[in-house]
């Protein structure tokens, strides 16, 4: 019996050092968010958008949804819902979809599974306060 309290207790510190941890990398990920939206910000000044290359509106694009997608994975860190997980899939799809120059193929599969999340996140999430459905 002793053994398994001792057990018990262990289990609790991993898992408080894992979750002060994941803490500490989402407050490391949101500095580097923060510094890398200074050169972004930059880049937006400087850019002439009349006469904006589609070369350099793809690159701005990038990296601007590259910073969304990394916000939304900080959420995703600091609260464990299914429904953040399903906005960091959505927002990384999304991302892929729009940067990259894909083929029919490609962008009907990333519909596709855009049209899955918000499927999944519409009837699977259960989510406070939902009662049931009236017909």
């Given at each position: ?38 050169p ?6 400087h ?34 819902t ?54």
């Amino acid at each position: 019996m002793n053994n398994s309290r001792i057990k018990r207790r262990l289990n609790e510190i991993i898992y408080q050092i894992a979750r002060y941890l994941e803490i500490l990398f989402s407050m490391i990920i949101l500095l580097v968010i923060a510094v890398s939206i200074i050169p972004l910000m930059d880049d937006f000044i400087h850019i002439s958008i009349p006469n904006m290359d589609p070369d350099v509106f793809t690159q701005f694009l990038s990296d601007a949804l590259t910073l969304v997608v990394g916000l939304e994975f900080v959420k995703m860190l600091c609260k464990h819902t299914a429904e953040t997980l399903l906005e960091v899939l959505m927002f990384a799809t999304a991302r892929q979809m729009v940067v990259e120059h894909l083929n029919t193929f490609q962008t009907l599969i990333g519909v596709t599974a855009i049209a899955a999340l918000f499927a999944t996140q519409k009837y699977l999430i259960v989510r406070p306060g939902d009662g049931p459905r009236k017909k």
